[in-house]
């Protein structure tokens, strides 16, 4: 386990673990989004509520970011977003960085206004607007654009190859048997599961279990609690999904970190094939 102020050169850091009204609404815990650092780069996936504080309070310096990600235009997932472009750019006096978006956070939809703004987005080096089944190279990083089935039309997963290990991101999403095979040959795997059982549209603990069974990662991580999971304490939960997958399983609190490199893979699929549409997003020199 990570701890405050600790710099460790790979590390995954939850600067929120909670969603919906009940638990970030009144505080319980943050919905800021999870920081990936590796490789000489630092991500920040779903920069929702309370991102900017809990930033500071977990010494995350937001200058550093290479890259923010955003999987859906849920408040929990992009609320603090320009918040965040505007801190790692300086307000626009260091154009820097770039912003992969679900297409609903930059262009909208009928039922949904983009909540990324164009001033904001002016201040990066670059964004694109993603769809799923895309590959985006930043650096010696190779990410995947995964389906993800929710409310929201356009929803997102990520897949993050890198040399030492392959780490995946569900985003919010029901389960289903076809969004499981994109988890496969995953090292780490991070799921959003609010809810003990099935519920809407999102995934339950149930789910949980199936899917790390049939993935069988080195590391599972649930995380992006509501209410229900909140009031039965996530740390039983775990435990459960623990005895029933025999796959190490974590359950996330604001501020947690590890070391992803303990869970490296000594073999196992580092490249990305078979995807038509290839950006390369990577920084350029002197910029």
């Known amino acids: 386990m990570g701890h405050r102020g600790i710099k460790i050169d790979s590390s995954i850091l939850f600067l929120g673990t909670g969603t919906g009204a009940a638990i970030t609404g009144k505080g319980i815990r943050s919905s800021g989004g999870i920081i990936l650092r590796f490789m000489g780069n630092q991500f920040h996936i779903d920069p929702g509520i309370g991102a900017i504080t809990k930033a500071a309070e977990f010494g995350v ?3 550093e970011n290479t890259a923010v990600l955003v999987s859906h235009t849920h408040l929990n997932h992009s609320n603090d977003t320009n918040a965040v472009i505007d801190a790692m750019t300086y307000s626009g006096l260091d154009k820097k960085g770039v912003l992969i978006a679900n297409k609903t956070s930059l262009q909208g939809t009928e039922d949904y206004d983009n909540v990324i703004s164009k001033y904001h987005r002016n201040l990066l080096e670059r964004f694109i607007a993603v769809d799923r089944g895309q590959r985006i190279g930043i650096n010696e990083v190779e990410i995947q654009t995964i389906t993800a089935r929710h409310n929201e039309p356009n929803s997102l997963g990520f897949k993050f190859f890198t040399p030492d290990f392959t780490l995946t991101y569900t985003g919010d999403t029901v389960y289903a048997v076809d969004i499981v095979e994109q988890y496969m040959n995953s090292n780490i795997l991070i799921l959003n599961v609010p809810n003990i059982k099935k519920s809407g549209h999102n995934l339950c603990t149930e789910d949980a279990i199936k899917i790390i069974q049939k993935v069988n990662p080195r590391l599972a991580i649930i995380t992006h609690f509501g209410y229900e999971m909140i009031r039965s304490d996530p740390l039983y939960i775990v435990r459960e999904i623990q005895k029933q997958t025999g796959i190490q399983t974590l359950a996330a609190k604001d501020g947690m970190a590890i070391n992803p490199i303990s869970y490296s893979a000594s073999a196992g699929q580092k490249t990305l ?13 002197g910029t």
């Open 61 to 63: 310096n937001l200058r």
């Open 273 to 285: 094939q078979g995807f038509k549409k290839s950006v390369d997003a990577s920084p350029k020199e």
